[in-house]
C-alpha cells in the first residue's frame, strides 16, 4: 500500500526558472512572486516522499507536434532536461521510477485509460519549473524519483476536465495498490488564467482563478463538469492547462486541507498560482 501524503499545484511560467537560474528572486520584480511560495516550502522541507508524481504537459520540446498523445506515461530511469532553445536549465535531470510507473500503467490500462508509453523523454520547462517551485535549491538531485504523466493540453481537441478528474481517481487507486512506496507526493501543473498568442494574447481572468482556487480544494466536480470550450473562454487557450490540476485533485482524498496557496499578476504574460493540499486530514482530523 502507498499513500498520497500531499499534492502540489502549480504553474510553470518558464520564465519563473529562468529567475530562479539567474539569482533574481529577490528582485523587486520577482520578490513577491517567490515570497509567496516560502509557506509552502517550508512545510513541505520535512515532507520529502519516497516518490512523486508529476502531471504535466510537453510544449512541443520533448514530443514532435506531429505526435501528440492524449495522456502518456514515462517509464525511463532518468529523464533529461530539454533544452527549448537557450541550452538545458542548469538543474539536475530527473531520476524516473520505473517500477511505479509500470504499475501505475497496468493498473490505468485495466481501468480503461490507454496511455502512451514513453521509454525516452526529455523534460521541458512543465516538469522542470514546478520540481524547481517545490525545491529551489535541489544541488545534484531532486528530492525523490519522479513519475511524469503527461497530458495533451496544446493540441485541440484536449481531453475532457472529467476525463482527467476521473483519470485522477484511477491514479488515485493505482497508488494505493502499489507495494513499492509508503508515501508519495503528487504534483498538478500548469495554469492559471494565460493566452499567449492571438487577439487575446495577455487575457488573465482574475475572478475565473479566484473561483478555481477555491473549488479545487472544496468542489473539485464543479471544475470537472466544465466543458474545454469554458475553459478556453474563461481561462484563456492556455489556461486549459488547469485541467492538469483535477489529475492531481481526483488522485486525492475527498476530503484535502489547503495548507497554503498564493496567486501573483503578472509572471511573463500569465497568472501565476500555487496551491498546497494536506491528503492526511481524515488521519489527523
Ligand atoms: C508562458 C506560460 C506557459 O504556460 C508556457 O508554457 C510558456 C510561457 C508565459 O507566460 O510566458
Ligand atoms: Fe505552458
Redesign the pocket.
Known amino acids: 500500500m502507498s499513500e498520497v501524503i500531499w499534492g502540489l499545484a502549480t ?5 519563473i526558472g529562468a529567475a530562479m537560474d539567474r539569482g533574481l528572486t529577490s528582485d523587486p520584480v520577482w520578490a513577491p512572486l517567490f515570497e509567496g511560495y516560502a509557506p509552502a516550502r517550508t512545510w513541505l522541507a520535512d515532507k520529502t516522499p519516497d516518490v512523486a508524481i508529476l502531471i504535466y ?1 510537453d ?1 512541443a520540446n520533448g514530443i514532435d507536434l506531429d505526435i501528440v498523445p492524449t495522456f502518456a506515461i514515462g517509464t525511463a530511469e532518468r529523464y533529461r532536461v530539454a533544452d527549448e532553445g537557450f541550452g538545458r536549465r542548469p538543474v539536475p535531470d530527473v531520476v524516473g521510477a520505473p517500477d511505479l510507473s509500470f504499475h501505475l500503467l497496468q493498473h490505468l490500462m485495466d481501468e480503461g485509460f490507454d496511455l502512451t508509453v514513453f521509454q525516452e523523454l526529455d523534460v521541458d ?2 516538469f522542470t519549473v514546478p520540481l524547481s517551485v517545490w525545491t529551489p535549491d535541489p544541488g545534484d538531485a531532486w528530492p525523490c524519483p519522479v513519475v511524469p504523466i503527461l497530458v495533451n493540453v496544446i493540441q485541440y481537441p484536449q481531453p475532457t476536465a472529467a476525463r482527467c478528474y476521473a483519470l485522477g481517481k484511477a491514479l488515485g487507486r493505482a497508488i494505493a495498490s502499489f507495494d513499492g512506496a509508503r508515501t508519495v507526493g503528487i504534483l498538478g501543473t ?2 492559471m488564467s ?1 493566452q ?1 498568442a492571438g487577439a487575446r494574447a495577455g487575457f488573465i481572468n482574475p475572478d475565473f482563478d479566484a473561483m478555481f482556487l477555491d473549488a479545487i480544494e472544496n468542489d473539485p466536480e464543479k471544475l470537472a463538469a466544465l466543458t474545454r470550450e469554458d475553459y478556453i473562454r474563461q481561462a484563456g487557450s ?1 489556461g486549459i ?1 488547469l485541467i492538469m490540476w483535477l489529475v492531481m485533485r481526483g488522485a486525492m482524498n475527498e476530503r484535502v486541507r489547503k495548507v497554503h496557496a498564493a496567486y501573483h499578476v ?5 497568472a501565476a498560482g500555487l496551491a498546497l493540499f494536506d491528503n492526511r486530514v481524515a488521519q489527523h482530523a
Do not use: D, R, Y
Not at 11 to 15: E, I, L, N, R
Not at 266 to 270: G, I, M
Open positions: 504553474s510553470h511560467v518558464p520564465s504537459n510544449h520547462h512543465g500548469g495554469g494565460h499567449l492556455e492547462e503578472p509572471a511573463s504574460n500569465t
